[in-house]
């Protein structure tokens, strides 16, 4: 019998909850707990890592691994290594230099409550932690495999992946208006390479085949793109207390992104037909592709 919707969604708010406890968990364990003078460095790490965001990274590593029966203690590991670099990119994109925000997950950003030298050094920290999350044996006992997702991680947040399309986007606004396919493009490098590095890691935990790593390629293209979309309409529809961020930043900032170039509905479609895309891509997986599902449905139906 199928599961009804909401057993579905049921589903997908305990995998989320449970993903979040255990990679604060993880997190709580491996930063350090000094005295000294660096104590205000590992209370601001903890103050921007721990008990905030929807860990949806992790979430999609969790559902990635679950395709190929990977433990789950090594999933967390590498969801925890991949929520570190997506941290310390919101802390580094919230500094006066880049977005400059004052609130990010509901609460001051963290040069807001700290300082913004503290913000740029916890975010360098929380950059190296990921590396040495993924080097150690806790995720997984072949050090090939181990050297597989330190490539990929490194290539997914460097100058091919999270950070040249941070640097496409800074010069965006000197640049004039954007056209769709440079935005697709600085997306997908921006958010997507993430994303996909997320969708991709189950498939190096558990050696998958080239078929099935395709199938993950699909599944992230199309579901990267989709979340970023959704982003896109929280800024122009969202309420901040909600999204936990300022919203109708791009707007104001006169930014040329998908709903500005495509309108509210358009993107809306858009979205929705990445996400039958992405269903499609994992239509050959039976049960244990149903985490990925509901993650690519929650995408666009999310509020923040
Ligand atoms: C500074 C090197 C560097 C990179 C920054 C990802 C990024 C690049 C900046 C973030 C800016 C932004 C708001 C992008 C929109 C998409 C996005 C990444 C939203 C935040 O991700 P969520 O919704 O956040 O997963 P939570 O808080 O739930 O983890």
Do not use: N, W
Not at 171 to 188: K, P, S, V
Not at 218 to 240: K, N, P, R
Not at 290 to 297: D, E, Q, T
């Amino acid at each position: 019998m199928t599961p009804s919707v909401s057993d579905q969604s049921d589903a997908l708010f305990r995998a989320m909850r449970e993903t979040a406890s255990a990679v604060d968990r993880r997190l709580s364990t491996v930063l350090p707990d000094p005295e000294g003078l660096e104590k205000r460095l590992l209370d601001a790490t903890r103050y921007a890592s721990l008990g905030g965001g929807k860990r949806l990274r992790p979430l999609l590593v969790v559902g990635s691994a679950q395709l190929f029966g990977v433990d789950l203690s090594s999933a967390i590991q590498v969801g925890t290594a991949v929520e570190c670099i997506h941290t310390y990119s919101l802390i580094h994109d919230d500094l006066p230099a880049m977005d400059d925000d004052d609130l990010r997950r509901g609460q001051p950003t963290v040069h807001k409550a700290y300082d913004e030298a503290t913000a740029v050094l916890v975010g360098d920290g929380l950059q190296a932690l990921a590396f040495e999350l993924l080097a150690a044996e806790e995720a997984h006992a072949d050090p090939r495999v181990r050297v597989e997702l330190i490539t990929a991680l490194a290539k997914a947040s460097g100058f091919s992946g999270m950070v040249g399309g941070q640097a496409i986007d800074v010069a965006a606004e000197t640049a004039g208006d954007l056209d769709l396919g440079t935005i697709t493009h600085l997306q997908r490098l921006k958010t997507g390479a993430l994303i996909s590095f997320s969708v991709e890691a189950g498939g190096i935990l558990g050696k998958a085949d080239p078929f099935h790593r395709e199938a993950l390629r699909g599944y992230a293209h199309s579901v990267g793109l989709a979340f970023q979309i959704a982003d896109d309409l929280l800024d122009v529809e969202g309420d901040a207390e909600t999204v936990g961020k300022a919203t109708h930043k791009d707007e104001d900032a006169g930014k040329a992104t998908f709903v500005s170039l495509m309108g509210v509905e358009r993107a809306r479609e858009q979205a929705k037909f990445l996400v039958d895309q992405a269903l499609e891509h994992v239509e050959d997986f039976g049960e244990e592709a149903s985490l990925l599902r509901g993650v690519a449905r929650f995408v666009v139906t999310r509020d923040k």
